[in-house]
């Protein structure tokens, strides 16, 4: 198994996925839901150079970057609120 994070946004996001996945699939299953979500995160950089302007964990899911491509850098501003504090936005 390859442990590397290719298209990396931080360390942690393998673990915070799984674990988004694993409390999804215990609140659907405690309402009685038969679904199967599947969780994915998706970063955009904020600048042109980075080697990977578009992240996708799991990397090897059917979600690619190349999916994504035409994606407005306004939409993600929005998400950060306008504080331009943080280096990491959340939106659904």
Known sequence: MDN???QFMWQWQPHFRINVQVLADM?????????????????IADDSGAHYPICIEPET???QPEHLVGIKRPGIAALRGGSGTSD????S
């Open 4 to 6: 590397v994070i290719h």
């Open 27 to 43: 609140s659907l299953e405690k309402i009685g839901a038969r679904l199967d979500p599947q969780v994915v995160l998706v970063g």
């Open 61 to 63: 899911g059917q979600l």
């Open 88 to 91: 990491v936005a959340f939106g």
